[in-house]
């Protein structure tokens, strides 16, 4: 059972920036792709970034551009780097593995093994 812990984020005006991490402990880090999901009131969960094991990136094109993710295989933790962040960014933020980044898919709906989160609140 793989346990993630998120963190950084927090209240931003628009345009400001975040960056968060995801600690993951208990599998195997380095062969899994990996990506941050998203939770907006009222919206079901959304993959907004995934980095492969080699390091390949992919977005979604809401995010793209805007964000950046990465990854330390040494310390099992994946960032997000949030720049020109938008109120409609506002969300609870996970990180999670990722089915395919090529396509960006994500965990089913109804997978049940996340972390806490971190709230992102984008106002001015």
């Known amino acids: 059972q793989v346990q993630l812990v998120e963190s950084g984020g927090g209240l931003v005006q628009p345009g400001g920036s975040l960056r968060l991490s995801c600690a993951a402990s208990?599998?195997?880090?380095?062969?899994?792709?990996w990506g941050w999901y998203r939770r907006a009131p009222g919206k079901q969960r959304e993959l907004v970034a995934a980095?492969?094991?080699?390091?390949?990136?992919n977005y979604a094109d809401s995010v793209r551009g805007r964000f950046t993710i990465a990854r330390d295989n040494a310390k099992n933790t994946v960032y997000l780097q949030m720049n020109s962040l938008k109120p409609e960014d506002t969300a609870v933020y996970y990180c999670?593995?990722?089915?395919?980044?090529?396509?960006?898919?994500?965990?089913?709906?109804?997978?049940?093994?996340w972390g806490q989160g971190t709230q992102v609140t984008v106002s001015s």
């Open positions: 980095i492969t094991g080699g390091g390949i990136t």
């Open positions: 208990g599998s195997i880090f380095s062969i899994y792709t």
């Open positions: 999670n593995k990722v089915l395919s980044s090529a396509t960006m898919q994500g965990l089913p709906a109804d997978f049940d093994s």
